[in-house]
């Protein structure tokens, strides 16, 4: 059996931590909450902490945001696929777009449901993945503009999603300025510059945010607590608000070097053969969790002695090192989980969720 718990104290001392430093700099934020994939459980536990704003990438998750709050903001975070557009007017207050014919789309939706539905232009700031070329920035605005039921109350951009790319003080700059632009040319008040995720958080904590950039959207800071600069903790904040309990199903010392023919293995890996363990053994644990589940490279054993070696469909394979005596089989090891990890446990229907 496997369990994820959340420590609800841990995320409200990172929730109330965020809150400060964000409140002090006069800077708007939301909770993005794609990670808990629509986990009533949990929503609960972020719902209770006053969050005003959510942001989701699914349109069921925000349904059932809006059944659990309908006072709260509901923002859709991806381009909306045609399908989709329905629901998006119905359950997401705002949402983020890039394609002039869905947003059309989206208008005729607003007018049909009465609705008056608030976008967030994004922005191509260098990382190639969603956004409005800059130099198409004030055309499509413009066509934006006279669409009905529609109001643009913000600009925005995604760093570090796709290929890497960093947030810069440079970069934010030029965003900023992409809402001057556009206030200028069309005496139109834009209130967001929605350029803050978790990435660009210490960007704020060294003094070089940019002073238009003026709303967050912060996820796995909130979670993990994580400077994705330096990958090491904030100060004053937990990484661990999410743990994986997993049960010891078998526990033998056993060869560290396969015996037979090598070939590929269902996950298409090949096994290289060190020389220098043959006639070596170890004491190896296998847990009941697998790569249904979670990618084992998204693991960190809390137990610095542990040592994860691979993973079949349902099954995890670890060393213990030293401490066999600690551990037989029924007892339980924890994880730590980093972000992809999470997402994966969090989607499981097989793993039970907790709050403790």
């Keep these: 059996m496997a369990v994820l718990k959340l420590y609800r104290e841990k995320l409200k001392h990172n929730y109330n931590h965020l809150d400060n430093v964000f409140r002090e700099h006069g800077i708007d934020?939301?909770?993005?909450?794609?990670?808990?994939?629509?986990?009533?459980?949990f929503l609960k536990e972020i719902l209770a902490l006053g969050v005003k704003e959510v942001h989701d990438s699914r349109v069921t998750n925000l349904k059932v945001i809006k059944s659990m709050a309908p006072e709260v903001q509901t923002v859709y975070i991806k381009p909306a696929p045609k399908q989709s557009i329905p629901d998006i007017i119905r359950y997401a207050d705002v949402s983020f777009q890039t394609e002039l014919d869905i947003i059309r789309l989206l208008s005729e939706e607003a007018e049909k449901q009465q609705k008056l539905h608030k976008i967030i232009i994004m922005i191509e700031m260098g990382d190639l993945r969603e956004g409005v070329l800059g130099d198409e920035l004030v055309d499509f605005y413009a066509r934006v503009f006279e669409l009905p039921n529609i109001s643009v109350i913000g600009l925005g951009a995604n760093f570090n999603c796709l290929h890497g790319v960093m947030p810069t003080q440079d970069k934010l700059i030029q965003l900023s300025l992409y809402k001057q632009i556009i206030e200028a040319k069309f005496d139109r008040q834009i209130p967001w510059v929605?350029?803050?995720?978790?990435?660009?958080?210490?960007?704020?904590?060294?003094h070089l945010m940019p002073k238009g950039i003026n709303h967050f959207r912060i996820g796995e800071a909130?979670?993990?607590?994580?400077?994705?600069?330096?990958?090491?903790?904030?100060e004053n904040m937990h990484n661990d608000v999410f743990e994986l309990y997993t049960?010891?199903?078998?526990?033998?010392?056993?060869?560290?070097?396969?015996?037979?023919?090598?070939?590929?293995?269902?996950?298409?890996e090949a096994f290289e053969v060190d020389e220098s363990l043959y006639g070596k053994t170890s004491h190896r644990a296998i847990l009941d969790v697998g790569l249904l589940d979670i990618n084992p490279r998204f693991l960190i054993p809390k137990d610095a002695d542990v040592s994860v070696i691979g993973a079949s469909s349902d099954m995890l394979i670890v060393e213990l090192g030293d401490n066999t005596q600690n551990y037989k089989v029924g007892d339980v090891l924890r994880f730590n989980l980093r972000y992809m990890g999470a997402l994966s446990v969090l989607n499981s229907r097989y793993i039970v969720k907790e709050v403790v």
């Design 247 to 268: 049960e010891i199903i078998e526990l033998t010392e056993k060869p560290m070097v396969p015996n037979g023919v090598l070939a590929e293995n269902p996950s298409g």
């Design 194 to 206: 929605s350029g803050g995720t978790s990435v660009t958080i210490p960007l704020l904590f060294n």
């Design 29 to 41: 934020w939301g909770v993005v909450t794609k990670l808990l994939c629509g986990q009533e459980i």
């Design 222 to 234: 909130l979670f993990f607590g994580l400077n994705l600069f330096t990958n090491e903790t904030f």
